[in-house]
């Protein structure tokens, strides 16, 4: 009698049917699987934050679909014949979360804060072209903008900004966009440590949203912005739910608790899309997987040795298996969206006769247990790479089995990621599957990545090859979109002959929403989605 | 206060400081021995050789590894836990915000536990062999071998997806947090994943411990004199059957702590279970120490607090 009656009790306590307490439409919520670390644009580094940043700043210039640029809080802008100045007129009446009034000053700031070397911040080496960039930079006594001869960025009055660069840069315009080049206010910040700054927790932007709320590791709540330049977005909330385990967040979208999320475990992606409530949204992206090796250790420094690596793996096949079809194979640095990217230039297709041919002319011969050797020593070296990452390890595995093939043994050695990348930046290691995120723009990776400059950089491989250097430094050197493009196809045409990686794929971003939702751009970069975030709309249907 | 025993008190509150310090020491050293560091996940995914040198130094990381401790000790004494390198949010705030949530779930899994395990327990015992017995120990078997990610992902299945009853996760809902319907609501899933776990070994130990005192002199002398088969055994049996099982649940603390830590990752619950989880794999440093500081002093307190309260409880433990 009792338990009948506890039991009675707590069903009318808990009302055992789920609440759709959300208004239809009006609150958007978003599952994201971790949480942002910090919300100020000049210093933020990671993919949650960037998220949770683009809906709160506006950068200067947006991308659209194509990847051009097009106005945001710059209203037009012109560029010198010489391309050295670049002179931005800004929208009027924008006015910053906390209502003052934001102007060409909060620009300045911006990336002088940028430029400042006690500021910790990833997205410096973007503003390389920026008239007295090394003296502002330097690691010793940077110099102060007021003590140079030429200011690079001048507050030219309320509503116009100038930029000088000290070469023409074509990727000059590119570098100013969301998330990396977020306005910050001034009357907030200035002589605050960016790096610390409470700001950094409770942001003020210009940006379509305002932050109400931010739990750590449970939600970030944003509301709409009224007061939006570029008029108020149709939904009221922004809710981004941290829900760490994948399935959960499925469950959480099957169950109504979030209406997006992004990137479901890819072979679920079949049955979400039957699903008539829901409906998949599928970006190119910018970023790529490779399987790469120290370019300095034999037998990697032996061409025909590479290629054959090359020739050894079915890199579709791994699209298909791994990828369940969303990427597109690799064939350098440049993604098939970039206008940067080459057709002409080819992979090695997957030959294993080729492959074991090109070994042998190396002088390897097989083993008495099928491993090849050369002089003795047996062709075999570990393979590290990020064990959380499911696709990754995946394509780990079979890489391992491919070169298994063709007689070349691959020990795998899953890390933990601060590990793992510890181990890149020292550059130890003998191979490695990873990733880049890359840029939308073909400058600020492929120089850092493969100029022979930038062993203390990205060159983590040491890569080393004079036409390369000279191809990247002339586009890196050249305003004209036309000009840059010959230089990176020559440069792409040299890293395949040089085959420095097996380049593998460019995963895609797949996002899944609830059917209703509309306005959704999937912009082919990093997280690109999420700027449409202002015009996403609930039709209904 | 018997001198006697005041020298003992302050001998053992002398140990416990003691012992934090070491805890402290082992902890901050084991910490760095780990590989990687945190400069790895500050970069995100925007990584050169330079900006991890950059970060480190801004952290202080290129420093003496035993200058770092003092640092953070001589901090810590004054009740500055730092500030984590990941969000730059003090310490002691972070881990006081997720403290509710962790509480509110531990404490609730142990009273679920309890609830539903002694009576269980008991029943076991007095219908020892029959099929109350068996289907007891069926129950207890399938709860200790059920990992809890397992079993909260098939209770999200079944209560979220199959019925519909119940939302998969979270503490509760933007707008609706003073809603204790919602609340309980969101609560009722974890709170049964880990109390399940723990509820297997709390219904053993009533078991095999009431079977034990059913066995006693007093209580066959308690028949004897005709007292009723449920009096003997909730009056006079069970009460001393519990002991051994209160001890228990006293040592099961750090073992429901530990199931926190996976159950609240499962249903995304923001406590200090997944807090800790976070820091260790970001090698956010400042937290994990906070973190592991914070237990410590809970675990060598309630050590503390026993052995003081055995001594003046039982006349024969002396204190010298």
């Given at each position: 009698m009792l338990h009948a009656t506890l039991l009675v009790l707590l069903v009318a306590i808990i009302g055992l049917t789920p609440t759709a307490s959300r208004a239809a439409g009006k609150d958007f919520v978003i599952g994201l699987s971790g949480d942002a670390t910090s919300l100020n644009p000049v210093v933020a580094t990671d993919g949650q934050s960037y998220i949770a940043e683009w809906p709160l700043f506006d950068s200067l210039v947006e991308l659209d679909q194509g990847l051009n640029v097009k106005p945001l809080l710059a209203e037009s802008w012109e560029v010198s014949r010489d391309g050295l100045t670049y002179t931005f007129k800004l929208k009027r009446g924008v006015k910053w979360h906390d209502g003052k009034p934001f102007s060409a000053r909060d620009v300045a700031f911006t990336f002088y804060s940028v430029l400042d070397p006690k500021v910790t911040t990833?997205?410096?080496?973007?503003?390389?072209?920026?008239?007295?960039f090394p003296e502002l930079t330097a690691k010793e006594n940077p110099k102060r903008p007021?003590?140079?001869?030429?200011?690079?960025?001048?507050?030219?009055?309320?509503h116009t900004v100038r930029f000088r660069l000290r070469y023409p840069s074509g990727s000059f315009l590119a570098v100013?966009?969301?998330?990396?080049?977020g306005i910050v206010p001034e009357h907030l910040?200035?002589?605050?440590d960016l790096n610390t700054a409470e700001f950094n927790r409770r942001p003020i932007g210009t940006g379509p949203f305002k932050l109400v709320e931010w739990r750590r590791g449970e939600r970030l709540v944003m509301e709409a912005n009224t007061q939006y330049h570029g008029g108020r977005?149709?939904?009221d909330h922004l809710i981004f739910r941290i829900i760490p385990d994948s399935v959960v967040l499925l469950q959480e979208l099957r169950a109504g608790g979030v209406d997006f999320i992004e990137n479901?475990?890819?072979?679920?992606v079949a049955r979400l899309k039957r699903t008539p409530t829901l409906k998949v949204l599928v970006a190119d992206n910018t970023s790529y997987t490779y399987f790469g090796w120290?370019?300095?250790l034999a037998p990697f420094t032996d061409v025909r040795v590479r290629r054959a690596l090359y020739h050894a793996i079915d890199v579709p096949s791994i699209v298909r298996e791994v990828l369940q079809g969303y990427a597109a194979v690799s064939?350098?640095?440049?993604?098939?969206?970039?206008?940067?990217?080459?057709?002409?230039v080819k992979p090695y297709a997957y030959d294993p006769a080729r492959a074991k041919a090109l070994l042998a002319e190396a002088g390897f011969k097989p083993g008495a247990d099928g491993v090849l050797t050369k002089d003795g020593k047996r062709f075999s070296f570990s393979v590290r790479h990020d064990q959380a990452n499911q696709s990754v390890k995946d394509t780990a595995v079979i890489v391992q089995e491919f070169l298994k093939r063709v007689g070349v043994e691959a020990h795998l050695e899953p890390l933990d990621w601060p590990t793992f990348v510890k181990k890149l930046f020292a550059s130890d290691f003998e191979g490695i599957v990873v990733g880049w995120t890359n840029h939308?723009?073909?400058d600020p990776f492929a120089y850092t990545i493969?100029?022979?400059?930038?062993?203390?950089?990205?060159?983590f491989a040491h890569y080393k090859n004079p036409k390369v250097d000279e191809a990247l430094e002339a586009a890196r050197r050249s305003g004209v979109t036309a000009e840059r493009k010959k230089h990176y196809a020559e440069f792409s045409k040299v890293l395949m002959e040089d085959?420095?990686?097996?380049?593998?794929y460019f995963p895609q971003q797949v996002y899944v929403t609830r059917a209703g939702y509309e306005g959704f751009v999937p912009i082919p970069?990093?997280?690109?989605?999420?700027?449409?975030l202002k015009g996403v709309r609930w039709t209904g249907r | 206060m018997e001198p006697g025993l005041r020298t003992y008190v302050l001998k053992r509150v002398g140990f416990a400081v003691l012992m934090l310090v070491g805890v402290s020491i082992i902890l901050f050293t084991i910490m760095r021995l780990?590989?990687?560091?945190?400069e790895a996940v500050l970069i995100?995914?925007?990584?050169s050789q330079e900006a991890a040198a950059q970060i480190r130094q801004r952290l202080g990381l290129d420093r003496p590894l035993a200058l770092q401790y003092l640092g953070w000790a001589g901090a810590a004494l004054r009740g500055d836990l730092g500030r984590s390198f990941?969000?730059?949010?003090?310490v002691a705030a972070l881990i006081l915000d997720r403290l509710g949530p962790t509480v509110q779930l531990t404490f609730g899994a142990l009273v679920l536990a309890l609830v539903v395990a002694v009576p269980l327990g008991v029943l076991a015992a007095v219908r020892r062999g029959t099929i109350w017995d068996t289907l007891g120990s069926a129950v207890a078997l399938f709860g200790v071998s059920f990992p809890s990610f397992w079993l909260g992902i098939m209770l999200i299945l079944l209560?979220?997806?199959?019925?519909?009853?119940?939302?998969?996760?979270?503490?509760s809902e933007y707008g609706r947090e003073a809603d204790l319907s919602a609340r309980v609501r969101h609560a009722i899933l974890p709170t049964l994943t880990l109390g399940l776990i723990q509820m297997a070994s709390f219904m053993r130990f009533t078991r095999s411990s009431l079977l034990e005192v059913l066995r006693q002199d007093y209580v066959r002398t308690a028949r004897a004199k005709g007292l009723g088969g449920g009096r003997v055994v909730w009056r006079h049996a069970l009460r001393n059957a519990l002991i051994p099982v209160v001890t228990v649940v006293g040592l099961s603390l750090p073992t429901l702590v530990g199931g926190a830590v996976l159950t609240e990752t499962v249903f995304a619950w923001p406590g200090i279970g997944r807090l800790a989880v976070g820091a260790v794999f970001e090698r956010d440093y400042p937290v994990i120490m906070g973190v592991n500081l914070m237990v410590a002093t809970v675990v060598i307190s309630a050590n503390l607090l026993t052995d003081l309260a055995y001594c003046v409880i039982d006349p024969r433990i002396s204190y010298r």
């Open positions: 990833p997205h410096r080496a973007y503003f390389d072209a920026l008239a007295g007021e003590e140079l001869a030429v200011r690079p960025i001048e507050v030219v009055d309320d100013l966009v969301n998330p990396r080049a910040l200035k002589g605050v977005p149709a939904l479901p475990p890819l072979t679920e120290r370019q300095d064939t350098g640095q440049f993604p098939p969206s970039s206008w940067a990217f080459d057709p002409s939308h723009d073909p493969w100029h022979s400059s930038q062993w203390k950089g990205r060159n085959a420095p990686y097996v380049f593998l970069t990093f997280a690109g989605i999420y700027q449409s | 780990a590989p990687g560091g945190p995100g995914g925007e990584f990941k969000t730059g949010d003090p209560f979220s997806e199959v019925f519909h009853w119940l939302p998969p996760s979270g503490l």
